[in-house]
């Protein structure tokens, strides 16, 4: 299996992205992986790793990039390259760092947008109190969504977390103000009635308050609110460590607590840490892209690649190209 990575975007670029690929390499020998960037910049050492391929980039796309622009120009940037080798086959899947709507464009305009899919989805997994995580779609790839876009982003999400995560049946909900049926906008009340017809184990309305307690495996809502949730779940995890190493570090006796609760302090911070979980999947494409967090160390450079590799493995592209499609013969 060979995984396409950008080596150049993303705010620890390239030395994060290099050290996350050899994890990789060392972790997973059954694939091989094509790195591409600047190959001054990645360093003669990586290079020479027998299951590793450099491709030369003169140029990259940057954080401040306006993204479609920037994908149709830069046309040797090491984004536009990946996506690129993802698109020809020459790779299963691709991983980049780098800026988020250019790896939409990429996606969208380089990969292909699968038959049946009104409108990719980005999907990351968020830490649950239990430690297993629930995968939440779409965060923030499409500020607008029609009540058929939340429908195949259960479909999607369901099929990525039965075939990955191992879930039998897993549970999809749909975020909203209140578990109620009738309770919403226009949105989430047609949605509701679409989703219950579509083939998930739909479990109804769910709330943002239940979220991290583990009420649903998939939880499906535009991007716009999507987006503002997550970001909201990643400022409360680091406000609240904040918050704990200062009330820990006010005094002498805090001190000693802060020393006797350090293991458990650091499950805490283990459960939260979004490197644990991988990246971001933007599904509905016809391959696998995975978008890592842009501040990714090499941890979650690492997790993001095992989770291009199981996604092509269990070739989750295609069958939710399959089911969409069944979908679609029934409207």
Not at 64 to 74: I, L, M, N
Not at 221 to 236: Q, R
């Amino acid at each position: 299996m060979i995984i396409a990575v950008d080596a150049m975007g993303g705010d620890n670029a390239p030395d994060a992205i290099v050290d996350g690929v050899r994890g990789a390499l060392e972790e997973f020998p059954d694939i091989r992986i094509r790195l591409y960037g600047d190959r001054e910049a990645i360093g003669p050492d990586i290079a020479r790793h027998e299951r590793l391929d450099v491709i030369h980039c003169s140029e990259k796309i940057e954080g401040d990039d306006e993204p479609v622009r920037a994908v149709r120009r830069k046309k040797d940037a090491s984004m536009v390259r990946m996506a690129q080798a993802v698109r020809d086959k020459e790779a299963d899947a691709g991983v980049s760092a780098g800026n988020t709507g250019a790896l939409m464009a990429a996606g969208l305009f380089v990969v292909g947008r699968m038959d049946g899919v009104d409108r990719p989805a980005l999907a990351p997994t968020l830490p649950t109190v239990d430690g297993s995580g629930f995968l939440m779609l779409d965060m923030g790839a499409n500020a607008d969504a029609k009540p058929r876009h939340l429908a195949q982003y259960a479909v999607m999400g369901s099929i990525y977390a039965e075939r990955v995560t191992g879930l039998q049946k897993p549970r999809v909900g749909l975020l909203n103000i209140g578990t109620e049926e009738n309770k919403g906008n226009e949105l989430t009340k047609e949605a509701y009635g679409l989703i219950a017809q579509a083939p998930v184990n739909f479990i109804g309305n769910v709330e943002a308050r239940d979220l991290l307690n583990g009420v649903a495996d998939v939880v499906v809502t535009d991007g716009f609110t999507g987006n503002m949730v997550l970001k909201t779940i990643e400022g409360t995890a680091q406000g609240l460590m904040h918050m704990l190493k200062e009330a820990f570090m006010s005094s002498a006796k805090g001190k000693i607590g802060a020393l006797l609760a350090k293991d458990g302090l650091g499950g805490l911070k283990k459960k939260m840490d979004y490197t644990e979980y991988g990246g971001a999947g933007l599904f509905g494409l016809k391959a696998p892209l995975i978008k890592a967090h842009g501040s990714s160390n090499a941890n979650a450079i690492k997790n993001a690649i095992r989770q291009a590799r199981t996604m092509a493995e269990y070739d989750v592209a295609g069958q939710i190209g399959e089911t969409i499609g069944r979908m679609g013969e029934h409207e």
